[in-house]
């Protein structure tokens, strides 16, 4: 599976960003995707994920109620919409995938994307 991720860049605290994760390859094979985010000096942390069938979803405790995860099965893409965004959201957002696992834990995902770069300024 590959992943390719879209839609970073720069913005003011408060705006809005949607980024886009479009996989490839043996998609039939995915259960879950998800972002993860790192800041610079900083570990990379789970950001939200959602189970490819059944559409549940998992969101951090930092953006819950502002960042909502979502999937078109049909162009296997997943999004990120960032609403109400902090500088403190600034990071490289990556999108990942993995075939048994659905969760937050970092390591149990087997595909990540190259990432892309959110700023947002105060």
């Known amino acids: 599976v590959q992943l390719v991720e879209s839609g970073g860049g720069l913005v003011q605290a408060g705006g809005s960003l949607r980024l886009s994760c479009a996989a490839s390859g043996r998609t039939f094979s995915i259960y879950t995707m998800g972002w993860f985010r790192q800041a610079p000096g900083k570990e990379r942390e789970f950001v939200a994920a959602?189970?490819?069938?059944?559409?549940?979803?998992l969101y951090a405790d930092s953006v819950k109620g502002r960042f909502t995860i979502s999937r078109d099965t049909a162009e296997n893409t997943v999004y990120l919409q960032m609403n109400s965004l902090k500088p403190e959201d600034t990071a490289v957002y990556y999108c990942?995938?993995?075939?048994?696992?659905?969760?937050?834990?970092?390591?149990?995902?087997?595909?990540w994307g190259q990432g892309t770069q959110v700023a947002v300024s105060s």
């Open positions: 990942a995938a993995d075939s048994l696992y659905y969760g937050p834990t970092l390591r149990e995902y087997s595909y």
């Open positions: 959602i189970n490819w069938s059944n559409r549940s979803t």
